[in-house]
DNA sequence: AGCACGCCGACT
DNA sequence: GTCGGCGTGCTC
């Protein structure tokens, strides 16, 4: 291999689970610019790799240890993310420690990394795209209220100010932030700019969409989600990079879209979990959205009525700005939350008297119910009476559930499927029972105790098909009464005007959770599910039903409400040194052979820490995981604190530099969690 | 992630 | 003697 004629050094982002980029020399005439797909030869393989730097080669070979290999084609000639975008990936590769080409790869359409140049009739369908008029259509726009008018002035003079910082909207249900989002959005077509929108759930998209077609008429968007093809998320993506696509709205991924123009990012429900990638690139898409409007020093507002404890202390702290909207315009009732505590009574469809006549009079007032229970399937344990014997699943550490319209047991973990056994396994009792309730056993035990009314069910496995969900939510939003039964995919941005009253089920776990989240998470729930009820001129009524009715953070959440429920949470934090306190990252490790191998590969781990480091980092573990096994899998995790983000970050680098030996690897597999929020 | 290399057990 | 098992290490 001789370098006699190479011109450049190009280092290259390879999809490999490095953590390097690699080098090759390129012959050509000119350089391919940062941010251009090139085919490398990799070992015997080839494959497509992006230029992050290039560099004139040595006049002569200055003897180095490798002797590089020339790229073997170009396949772009500008770059596909920019230099902007680039410098991002490159970031938040380096602080979520995860290899740089599998982070950049995961941000490009998958299209992308086959060795094709982009094809010419891609170019051509955008050429061709008919140029928008510019200006906002004005029509249909609400008067905003004076509370409103308030907010958006607040946030368009912090905007004005150097240096930006991040705004935190924090707006009860229903108080209009989406049209404080638009009011910050206008002024931005006419100056020919892009809006990056993230939202936390396909499922909010269409809804979100529409409003805004509905107030800029024919702005050309851009939708990014994980239910595209890959030639829908491509044109989609070339769209928005070519600044055609004035809007882009996505999930978590679209963090990532290049936006030549991009003059504001808005972080829709800012608190939500699945904002944070939990597999592979464990990114936070509102941190990095944080960074990428820092970066481009453009104005990012997050908006959500239930902050996360981090966003509330950075406004503590100031840095971000805060602003509240505490009215709902249209109604001035707030909803009224009762704790209904189910010890002394016997349960009837898992509901005490009190909530049943609740329900009874609701209907009879032509209003609609919800009822919310967090688990689906008909009973979460198959058992038998006489033995003892319980299903659980073959491949991981948990009972499986039963589901009755399926007759089937299944694994909520792994997926597993098993035909329901006719006698115990165990003593050949042909008297199986069940044990607890899911949503299958609600919607059947609520129609029989309501024969008249209406009963429909909301969850993954009623909503499976395509079009179930439409048809479903149409049925409610008919406003005729009836009784909504469902899990966690009724707590996020359903509007149903006739819903007056939500019940809900099964909170004691949270409440009794060892997970520091636990209570952060429950208190969002029940807000965002308590903010479902009572919508326009009726008053909404929430029943939390749980046998920890004294629990003093639920007396803190229901008695005062969202704000000093969370202060007080963060007091809790802030004794603990835990986040935002504190900084932590989550080591996970897993084993096909046993939970021990898992342990004692993690104690290895540890025991470098001792050596490396000493004072500052804080260890738990390593321990089992919540889940000791899943899909065949022994989970074990090792969580690392310090109160200083970079004593963490310098522990990690060292266990991560390629010159420490991992010893007994076989089989092992492992990850880094940066800011871990699932310890599960 | 792939893929090759290498070091041990059972086979035509 | 070799075929192939997977444990280990490398990819510019």
């Known amino acids: 291999m001789t370098q006699d004629h190479s011109r450049y050094i190009l280092h290259v982002a390879v999809p490999r689970p490095l953590r390097t980029l690699l080098s090759y020399t390129c012959a050509d005439e000119s350089a391919p610019k940062p941010g251009s797909r090139v085919l490398i030869p ?34 772009d000639t500008t770059p596909l993310p920019d230099a902007h975008l680039l410098e991002l990936l490159q970031w938040g590769a380096r602080y979520y420690h995860h290899p740089v080409g599998e982070v950049i790869f995961s941000a490009l359409p998958v299209a992308l990394r086959k060795p094709k140049p982009l094809s010419s009739r891609l170019q051509k369908l955008l050429g061709r795209y008919e140029a928008p008029s510019l200006a906002p259509v004005e029509r249909n726009h609400l008067q905003l209220t004076d509370e409103q008018q308030q907010c958006l002035h607040s946030i368009e003079q912090w905007n004005l100010q150097a240096p930006l910082r991040p705004i935190l909207l924090h707006g009860i249900t229903g108080s209009g932030k989406t049209e404080i989002y638009l009011r910050l959005i206008a002024p931005l077509f006419a100056a020919g700019k892009q809006v990056l929108v993230i939202v936390p759930e396909i499922g909010l998209t269409p809804q979100l969409l529409l409003r805004f077609a509905h107030f800029f008429g024919d702005t050309p968007m851009a939708c990014l989600h994980s239910a595209l093809s890959d030639g829908e998320r491509m044109k989609a993506w070339l769209q928005a990079r070519s600044g055609e696509a004035r809007i882009i709205i996505g999930t978590r991924s679209a963090i990532f879209t290049p936006a030549p123009n991009l003059a504001l990012i808005v972080i829709d429900e800012e608190h939500d979990a699945s904002l944070k990638q939990q597999e592979g690139f464990r990114y936070h898409a509102r941190d990095l959205a944080i ?95 006489s033995c003892g014997w319980q299903a659980s699943c073959q491949h991981c550490s948990v009972k499986m559930t039963w589901h009755a319209r399926r007759n089937k047991l299944v694994c909520h973990h792994c997926g597993a499927e098993q035909a329901t056994p006719l006698r115990c396994p165990q003593c050949q009792n042909p008297q199986l029972t069940t044990q607890g309730q899911g949503t299958e056993r609600l919607e059947l035990a609520l129609q029989t105790h309501f024969p008249a009314a209406v009963v429909v069910r909301i969850d993954r496995d009623s909503t499976s098909r395509k079009g179930e969900l439409e048809a479903k939510l149409a049925t409610v939003r008919s406003n005729d009464p009836l009784i909504l039964v469902g899990t966690q995919m009724l707590a996020k941005g359903h509007d149903f005007p006739n819903l007056t009253l939500v019940i809900i ?62 202060r007080q949470l963060l007091e809790d934090r802030k004794r603990w040194h835990f986040p935002p306190f504190g900084y932590q990252a989550l080591i996970r490790a897993s084993s096909t052979a046993s939970m021990e191998k898992a342990l004692q590969f993690l104690e290895q781990i540890s025991q470098l820490l001792i050596v490396t480091d000493g004072a500052d980092i804080q260890r738990l573990g390593p321990i089992p995981a919540l889940l000791e096994k899943r899909a065949n899998r022994y989970r074990a995790q090792l969580l690392l604190g310090s109160q200083h983000r970079a004593a963490l970050h310098a522990a990690l680098l060292q266990l991560l530099n390629p010159s420490v030996k991992l010893p007994g690897r076989s089989g092992i597999r492992w990850s880094v969690d940066v800011d871990p929020i699932d310890f599960s």
């Open 505 to 566: 089920l099964d909170i004691d776990q949270s409440l009794l959770s060892t997970d520091y989240r636990a209570l952060e998470r429950l208190g969002q729930l029940l807000i965002q599910v308590a903010g479902r009820a009572g919508r326009a001129d009726k008053a909404g009524k929430v029943i939390l039903q749980t046998s920890q009715p004294d629990h003093p953070m639920l007396h803190q959440l229901v008695g005062h409400g969202y704000t000093p429920f969370a």
């Open 291 to 385: 960074k990428r409007a820092q970066m481009l020093n453009i104005p990012i507002i997050m908006g959500t009525a239930t902050p996360s404890l981090e966003s509330l202390y950075n406004a503590d702290t100031a840095r971000f700005h805060y602003v509240r909207l505490n009215q709902r315009p249209g109604t001035t009732r707030k909803p009224d939350l009762q704790i209904q505590d189910t010890r002394p009574f016997e349960l009837q469809a898992g509901l005490t008297p009190h909530s049943l006549q609740a329900i009874r009079t609701t209907l009879a007032r032509g209003e609609q119910v919800m009822v919310f229970l967090n688990r689906r399937g008909f009973a979460p344990a198959l058992y038998c009476p």
């Open 42 to 75: 990799l070992g015997k393989q080839h494959a497509v790799g992006l230029v992050i730097r290039v560099e004139t080669a040595p006049p002569e070979d200055a003897d180095s240890r490798f002797t590089l290999k020339p790229v073997e084609a170009i396949l």
